[in-house]
């Protein structure tokens, strides 16, 4: 037993430095592995935060150029035929959308569906206006809908206090 001893001490002393060097060479390596992920994060930042802010700047000019105020100014009825008119105004909104459908890449999920939204509440207060029965031609349209949001904030300015909101917390 006199004998065992001196192993016993030798194999325990053994099993504690070798926990000991285990426990700091995994803690070195997840240090390690942490600064390079940081790395590689840092330098990937760089490359889209540039690609991320022309995003927003395209989402910015798709809501300024939706917004009603804007919307109807640019797009004068060429005729009296309501329902032309109306299907040339969701017609522009559609087609200012689908053109910058890509940026939903570079955007928040959030900030994607307040864009959406803004476009469909938009399209929805067209044609309501356009089934109100005192409007029957489409510069009373122009007039009702010019009227509605003069008063108000449209979804289009809401949008982009959304959009200035997380644009900000970029930096």
């Known amino acids: 037993m006199d004998a065992l001893l001196p192993y016993f001490a030798s194999l325990l002393s053994?099993?504690?430095?070798?926990?000991?060097?285990?426990?700091?060479?995994?803690?070195?390596?997840?240090?390690?592995?942490?600064?390079?992920?940081?790395?590689?994060?840092?330098?990937?930042?760089?490359?889209?935060?540039?690609?991320?802010l022309q995003a927003f700047e395209r989402v910015t000019l798709l809501l300024e150029r939706i917004d009603p105020n804007s919307l109807l100014i640019r797009s004068k009825p060429i005729s009296n035929n309501l329902e032309l008119y109306e299907g040339t105004l969701i017609g522009n909104i559609e087609q200012e959308y689908e053109h910058n459908l890509t940026q939903q890449v570079y955007l928040s999920a959030e900030s994607w569906n307040v864009v959406k939204t803004t476009k469909n509440a938009t399209i929805q207060a067209i044609r309501q206006a356009a089934m109100n029965e005192k409007v029957d031609t489409a510069a009373k349209l122009r007039e009702t809908l010019l009227n509605h949001f003069l008063g108000e904030s449209t979804p289009s300015q809401k949008a982009l206090l959304y959009i200035k909101k997380e644009i900000s917390e970029l930096f």
Not at 23 to 40: C, M, S
Not at 42 to 47: P, V
């Open 14 to 52: 053994a099993i504690i430095v070798g926990v000991i060097a285990y426990v700091f060479f995994k803690t070195h390596t997840d240090n390690e592995e942490g600064r390079r992920r940081f790395l590689i994060h840092k330098e990937a930042q760089g490359k889209v935060l540039p690609l991320r």
